[in-house]
């Protein structure tokens, strides 16, 4: 039978034979060697890019706070040994003294009004601002314009705007000392805070409602909800992670609140727009009373360290565990 036409033999190749490469089967002391050799290489990696940073974290950030807790338990100018150690009289002097506790509730009233109005006036413009609308690209520049300017610079522009005989003057109907009146100075700056903050929670909120699949409200639309209604039973509660750390950023920053206030009234009218941080810089590099500084510097850590905590045990917990879970199915 003669042989079929694809079954003829295949011609030896030209030049030396090689042969097919073999898979090398390692033993077992030798696997073990390889994995600890990539589990050092991994280690050494890791130990690269983050000792650098951690250095840095210790000396600034947490050497400071060591230091400062040290501080508060003397009585010190800044200049000369600590000799003079009193404990804890100075907590205690800070919590008598009527100008530290009025800086408190300073804080605590700029902590509220952000809630109230700064924050929903930011998700109302998200709003308005994500649906489809002529020169959406040009506004969402210029409400996030003022975010991008220093404290400074904002403090500055603002107080030639409210001095007296000033555009503030020429535009309201009435004329007021805005910044030297102990009864409005406090709401004059949350104005001037809100203009400053409000344009980078509003981008937070964009960007967590692009995150909304549009299916979801276009379902409820076609359901015969109205537009408020998705935005209450839909849209909202898609977008709660995104509004609780906007909240956690804005209670954190009006806590800590101190440039914008100390370039425009220094805390004054007589302690009238005081927080802790202008508090705490007053009695410090204007009277040289560092350790007394210190204790007011410590509270404000506390606060701040105790309101995150809870926070997050609290009302970050839920995000917290989605992202975990999210991250470990993929």
Do not use: C
């Not at 030209?14 to 990539?38: E, I, M």
């Not at 015969?224 to 954190?252: E, M, N, W």
Request: no cysteine; aromatic share 12%.
């Amino acid at each position: 039978m003669p042989p079929r036409r694809d079954s003829a033999p295949v011609p030896a190749p030209a030049g030396p034979v090689v042969d097919p490469p073999r898979h090398v089967v390692l033993s077992a002391p030798a696997r073990r060697l390889s994995r600890r050799a990539r589990a050092r290489r991994r280690w050494a990696t890791i130990a690269l890019f983050l000792v650098p940073a951690l250095v840095l974290y210790l000396l600034l950030v947490v050497a400071p706070v060591v230091q400062a807790m040290y501080f508060s338990g003397f009585a010190w100018s800044g200049l000369g040994p600590l000799d003079d150690h009193v404990g804890l009289d100075n907590f205690k002097r800070a919590f008598s003294e009527d100008v530290f506790l009025g800086a408190l509730k300073h804080n605590g009233a700029f902590v509220l009004l952000s809630l109230v109005f700064q924050l929903p006036f930011a998700l109302a413009l998200a709003l308005i601002l994500n649906a489809r609308l002529r020169g959406r690209a040009l506004l969402r520049v210029l409400f996030f314009a003022p975010f991008v300017l220093s404290e400074v610079v904002t403090g500055v522009i603002w107080t030639l705007i409210l001095q007296p005989g000033g555009l503030a003057d020429a535009v309201a109907p009435v004329e007021r000392e805005w910044l030297a009146d102990p009864g409005i100075v406090l709401y004059t700056l949350f104005v001037v805070i809100s203009w400053k903050y409000f344009g980078f929670h509003m981008i937070l909120y964009l960007a967590g409602l692009q995150q909304i699949p549009r299916e979801l409200e276009e379902a409820a639309e076609i359901d015969g909800a109205t537009r408020l209604q998705v935005i209450r039973y839909v849209t909202l509660p898609l977008l709660g992670p995104t509004i609780r750390v906007s909240a956690f950023l804005s209670i954190i920053g009006a806590l800590q609140l101190f440039d914008l206030i100390w370039v425009m009234t220094g805390g004054g009218p007589v302690n009238a727009s005081n927080t802790m941080a202008t508090y705490m810089i007053d009695w410090s590099f204007q009277r040289f009373q560092f350790g007394y500084a210190s204790a007011v510097a410590v509270i404000l850590l506390v606060i701040s360290l105790v309101f995150a905590l809870l926070y997050q045990r609290f009302a970050l917990r839920r995000d917290v565990e989605g992202a975990l879970t999210t991250m470990g199915a993929r």
